[in-house]
């Protein structure tokens, strides 16, 4: 039976013959399985697949366990891990300076972020990590970069919004993720890509004298899928606005519990994937609360406050949850 392969395909595997470290070669089979058409055809080619990629995995376990710790690699926290990407003195850690606690080193010259750096963001009630990442170019990209933004929940992307080579800074990082693939214009499912909707571009310096000319000339020329937010370090225009938007690339929900005939725990949500229901709620507090839970009171988006509903309703930002069992 042929397997009637498709470009998709054709072009996944090509990314996986250029592929240097393991994982770009993992993101690239990744993507080739979840492209290859599912049927009897290509049943031995979806096996050989797995068994590769499966190979490819331990190896990095492997050299995880046995070798020193990927300096590049960050471990998540809070409510989701937003990575920056820009080229130098685009005002990455300025930024991070601005929004977070963390003190990164803020220079003049070029290249002064070699590693990547950490701050907690607050939002409302919560905490986001963001994340600094050493500057790229057209000729240079540090070799853990990729993996530290396929990682991430979400990207921003940092343009200098005072330079005149905004416009080229902005092309230039856009056109090395869609090349990576680390963004996709549809994620399918067991690809480690990031979707475009996850994705904002940042124009820094917008104090700066000409950057709202600059910013609508990207507007105008840039790529039409991705929003662009004025900020600057300097004068906080726009940070606040950057926290909502970050916020709600992350495709998050805030919920909230009680115990009944007690006032709601409002300090410490559970943080929920949009889109979930009761019973993900009831497993992300303990294991066995599906099965023990009788009765299911909402207060926020129910269509009246305290009603019962079942277990496949969908829950909303700043829902309060009574569960009884």
Not at 240 to 251: D, G, I, S, T, W
Not at 302 to 322: C, F, M, P, T, W
Request: hydrophobic fraction near 40%; aromatic fraction near 6%; proline fraction near 6%.
């Amino acid at each position: 039976m042929p397997a009637n392969l498709t470009p998709l395909y054709y072009k996944a595997e090509e990314n996986f013959k250029k592929a240097v470290t393991v994982s770009e070669k993992i993101a690239a089979l990744e993507e080739m399985l979840a492209v290859i058409p599912k049927h009897k055809g290509t049943e031995k080619m979806q096996a050989d697949l797995k068994r590769r990629l499966s190979k490819l995995k331990e190896e990095g376990q492997r050299k995880a366990k046995t070798g020193r710790k990927d300096p590049f690699w960050v471990e998540k926290q809070g409510a989701g891990q937003v990575v920056l990407l820009g080229f130098p003195n685009t005002g990455k850690s300025s930024l991070l300076a601005a929004v977070t606690r963390a003190r990164p080193k803020v220079a003049e010259y070029p290249f002064s972020t070699t590693l990547p750096m950490t701050g907690m963001m607050a939002y409302q009630d919560i905490l986001i990590q963001l994340v600094d990442t050493p500057p790229i170019t057209g000729e240079l990209v540090p070799d853990g970069l990729p993996g530290t933004l396929r990682n991430a929940d979400a990207l921003l992307i940092l343009v200098d919004a005072g330079s005149d080579d905004c416009l080229e800074q902005l092309l230039t990082c856009y056109g090395y993720l869609k090349e990576k693939k680390i963004i996709a214009d549809d994620v399918s499912s067991g690809m480690r890509a990031i979707p475009l909707d996850r994705c904002l571009v940042l124009a820094t310096k917008a104090e700066v004298e000409g950057s709202a000319e600059h910013i609508q000339i990207m507007n105008e020329l840039g790529p039409a899928d991705l929003e662009i937010i004025p900020v600057s370090a300097e004068t906080g225009i726009g940070l606040e606005l950057m926290r909502v938007k970050v916020f709600e690339l992350l495709k998050i929900i805030r919920v909230y519990t009680k115990m009944p005939g007690k006032a709601p725990d409002m300090k410490t949500p559970f943080i929920l994937k949009k889109g979930s229901n009761i019973l993900d709620l009831a497993e992300s507090i303990h294991r066995d609360l599906p099965q023990l839970m009788k009765n299911v009171r909402v207060w926020g988006s129910a269509r009246y406050e305290g009603q019962s509903v079942n277990r496949d309703y969908h829950l909303h930002d700043k829902d309060i949850v009574e569960i009884n069992r």
